[in-house]
């Protein structure tokens, strides 16, 4: 009955900004938890975004967008959010939340190990234009 839904997403120029919402159900993000955001490409693999966690709340980012994107929760919404500003043209793809249950950080080693997560939203299309 878990469930992760994703919206946000839409055309966008390059230079602008968008926001990605996560919206949980089935656990409270008053648990324990990690988020992840992933995108993909066409023709690519999909590849981490940025990863938060309930306990240490320590963001994590892939180089490309630290600095542009901010991750963040609002628990009473059940919602986590992805910031995005500066959008490039790279930036294009269906970008996707995903949990992991009832851990204490992002996965180690590797936050954006796919395989770590249990639990995938269905993507949001972002597309920025140049």
């Known amino acids: 009955e878990m469930q992760l839904v994703e919206s946000g997403g839409g055309l966008v120029q390059a230079g602008g900004s968008l926001r990605l919402s996560c919206t949980v159900s089935?656990?409270?993000?008053?648990?324990?938890?990690?988020i992840g955001w992933f995108r993909q490409a066409p023709g690519k693999l999909r590849e981490g975004v940025s990863c938060?966690?309930?306990?240490?709340?320590?963001?994590y980012y892939q180089d490309s967008v630290k600095g542009r994107f901010t991750i963040s929760t609002d628990n009473a919404k059940n919602t986590v959010y992805l910031r995005m500003s500066s959008l490039k043209p790279e930036d294009t793809a269906v970008y996707y939340c995903?949990?992991?249950?009832?851990?204490?950080?992002?996965?180690?080693?590797?936050?954006?190990?796919?395989?770590?997560?249990?639990?995938w939203g269905q993507g949001t299309q972002v597309t920025v234009s140049s």
């Open positions: 089935g656990f409270t993000l008053d648990e324990d938890y990690a």
């Open positions: 938060i966690s309930s306990s240490d709340r320590r963001p």
């Open positions: 995903a949990a992991v249950v009832a851990v204490s950080a992002c996965p180690t080693p590797n936050w954006a190990y796919i395989a770590s997560y249990d639990l």
